[in-house]
């Protein structure tokens, strides 16, 4: 399935996709205190659901400040942080 990009809209609760807004391209931030992004399944601009993996990567992004997965350098990030 294609995936697309989210921005998380800064007030709502960052594991709710009711957070996100659709996001024509790539954000330009990749770590930081805050969540900035999340690469996921494209549901159009209103996708229904995130995937147990996608909030586990927005927790661990929030508590290591680091995009996530952040395993091994050379994998995907599908959530990205901002200052």
Do not use: E, H
């Not at 508590?63 to 599908?78: E, F, I, M, R, W």
């Amino acid at each position: 399935m294609a995936r697309a990009w989210y921005s998380y809209n800064g007030i709502g609760d960052p594991l709710l996709i009711a957070s996100y807004i659709f996001a024509p391209i790539k954000p330009a931030c990749l770590n930081g205190v805050n969540i900035c992004s999340i690469y996921t399944p494209n549901g159009g601009p209103n996708p229904s659901v995130l995937s147990a993996n996608i909030r586990n990567y927005i927790a661990n992004t929030l508590s290591t400040l680091v995009a996530q997965p952040d395993a091994n350098p050379g994998l995907k990030k599908y959530v990205y942080g901002k200052n």
